[in-house]
């Protein structure tokens, strides 16, 4: 079993280049304990629960199997680790895989799952081990350092060894004001397609 969560809609993730197309089954959950434990606006959660949607057809269009859990489906558990447990019963799946989510609230959960791998999230420059071991034998943390350190890791924003424009940052001229108005462009909008549609009026918002 394959566990993708919200904020991991890529196919390129850790735990799907690991998984066997042919065999494994993908799980996907809207879970209540996700939208619920802080307060989170109705707009992000429909959208959120959008792209969770189209992915999972994505997914299923590139071969996967898909199991995917609504929100309003009535036998929903409302958690995370529930949904695991019963798509592992109807499955016969015996061992789950997943990509470190980015919350440390989920990893101490996750990491409590019985026969659960958990693969590192490498869609990011910088991960958590790394930054444990830069930050392990200092006595204080500022971002400036990891960002310097950063920076000549990957060479981003550097001429060599030394930073791009001759300084590490610009922040005392990012303190002044904006030399007049910005005239900023009004957002762009979209009308909603038939999925997010369908997931405003799941969770009660107006289309």
Known sequence: MVLVLGDQLTPTLSSLRAADRANDVVLMAEVATETTYIRHHKKKIALVLAAMRHFAAELRAAGWQVDYVTLRDPAN??????????????????????????????????AQWPSTTLLPDDRFLADRHGFATWA???????????????????????????????????????RNPAPGPLGLPQPLRFKPDAVTCDVLVSIGTQK
Request: aromatic share 6%; hydrophobic share 30%; charged share 30%.
């Open 136 to 174: 392990e034998k200092r006595s204080g943390l500022r971002m400036e350092h990891f960002y310097r350190l950063m920076r000549r890791k990957t060479g981003l924003l550097m001429e060599g060894d030394q930073p791009a424009g001759g300084k590490w940052n610009f922040d005392h001229d990012n």
């Open 77 to 110: 558990s409302g958690s995370l680790g529930g949904e695991v447990r019963r798509a592992c019963a109807r499955h016969g799946a015996t061992h789950v895989l997943a990509t470190e989510p980015g919350e440390w609230r989920l990893m101490r959960e996750m």
